[in-house]
């Protein structure tokens, strides 16, 4: 293929410091891209700054739009906002457009028309799969997670935040309406998507990792069966990454491991002044529970913290009750880490029950306390699912592979002359 121009649209700025933010497999692929020679590409993205930054990264051009103001939750971008989009595609004038994820206002601005080059989406999260929200939460539950913030913004409450979740899905979908061509990372989501857009050309994709997770040690199994360690992570605290049933998991181990910790990544503190419903919610729960002293909140952190979390585990739980891929889940597979997840979404295409992991019903705390359990005391097992899992992650997540699929995508929309 003749050096393509592809410009990105994505919420990723690239830079120089370690990325604790979602989207972080998104730059390494960027420039694993452009270091081929076969395609220049060019990132757009926003972020907060007074106006348009036009930078160079890793030999990457990038611009940096100023983040809109949140009219229609984000979504639906402004007039002003399409122009300057327009003016810098003239400007790149690219032979394809990628457009990152359908949760945000690049999909509405190509539905608007400021993109007037072909374009494809690319898949991340699906807005329309709003049924999972609550986790597993019953009413007495959610009634739980109403306080001060709730009553003086009710559409804070996790009520009001699942219907404007399905509100979000709904310009999702009318926007994905506007795409032939959509590649996607898992088969749950073609599936899902083939109800929406039947019409749609999909073309499968393939997620590139950290380069540091490809090179960090592998995990080794922990003789110390006294004091074991569960590692979680979650993009923040909200009820779908079921950190409250693993919650519930922890308070049935202690029982026979009292010196358990589970170390949780990421923001379970939702909220500057006033903190969010569910966050109270998650810390009184710990109390209820009394395992205040067995869990160790360590905010967000960048992927060396991540690595030597997952290194000095004795277990991985991805408790969340819906993904569409899920790059945690392939993280603790390609270093090693025996992995335990709940059966849910696109989950269980990443890996086999019993032999590379252990998957458990989403809201059974029950069945994944004793996978816990097996895992630190059974090393034969943990050491099976350590082995098979990183080879899995290996050979599926390849960086030959993953470029050589990206590379041949853009070839077929490119050569399409029906876009």
């Not at 592979?401 to 990206?406: D, K, P, S």
Request: glycine share 6%; aromatic share 10%.
């Amino acid at each position: 293929m003749k050096k393509k121009k592809v410009m990105w649209l994505c919420n990723a700025r690239f830079t120089s410091e370690k990325i604790r933010a979602t989207g972080s497999w998104l730059q390494p692929l960027a420039e694993h891209l452009q270091q081929t020679g076969k395609v220049d590409v060019v990132n757009i993205t926003i972020d907060n700054v007074a106006q348009i930054v036009h930078e160079q990264f890793e030999g990457i051009e990038q611009y940096v739009i100023p983040s809109p103001h949140k009219k229609h939750h984000g979504q639906v971008p402004s007039e002003k906002f399409c122009s300057l989009l327009s003016e810098i595609e003239q400007v790149v004038n690219p032979d394809l457009v990628h457009v990152w994820g359908s949760e945000g206002i690049w999909v509405s601005a190509y539905a608007k028309g400021a993109i007037k080059t072909k374009a494809f989406l690319d898949m991340q999260g699906i807005l329309s799969s709003s049924y999972y929200y609550y986790g597993g939460l019953s009413f007495t539950d959610l009634v739980k997670c109403v306080h001060f913030k709730e009553l003086l913004m009710p559409w804070r409450s996790l009520w009001r935040k699942k219907k404007l979740f399905k509100l979000r899905g709904k310009v999702e979908t009318d926007s994905i309406k506007h795409f032939k061509y959509i590649s996607y990372q898992s088969e749950w989501v073609r599936r899902h998507l083939s109800f929406i857009v039947p019409d749609a050309s999909f073309l499968p994709t393939k997620i590139m990792l950290r380069d540091s997770f490809y090179e960090a040690a592998a995990w080794t199994f922990k003789e110390d069966r006294e004091n074991p360690v569960v590692f979680t992570t979650a993009s923040g605290a909200v009820p779908y990454k079921g950190i409250q049933v693993l919650l519930k998991s922890i308070q049935l181990l202690k029982h026979k491991y009292p010196n358990i910790k589970l170390h949780i990544a990421g923001n379970m503190h939702i909220g500057n002044r006033l903190q969010d419903g569910f966050s109270i919610y998650i810390q009184n729960l710990i109390d209820d529970l009394s395992i205040r002293g067995n869990v160790v909140l360590l905010g967000s952190i960048d992927e060396t913290q991540i690595i030597h979390e997952l290194q000095n585990a004795n277990v991985c739980v991805i408790p969340s009750f819906v993904e569409t891929y899920c790059l945690a889940f392939a993280e603790s597979m390609i270093v090693g880490t025996p992995t335990i997840a709940s059966f849910a979404g696109a989950m269980p295409e990443l890996a086999r029950h019993g032999e590379e992991c252990l998957f458990y019903n989403s809201i059974d705390f029950q069945m994944c306390a004793s996978y816990i359990d097996d895992l630190i005391q059974n090393r034969d097992l943990a050491e099976l699912l350590s082995v098979n899992g990183r080879n899995r992650r290996l050979r599926e997540n390849n960086v030959r592979a993953v470029i050589e699929t990206q590379l041949k995508n853009y070839e077929i929309m490119i050569g399409d002359e029906n876009i």
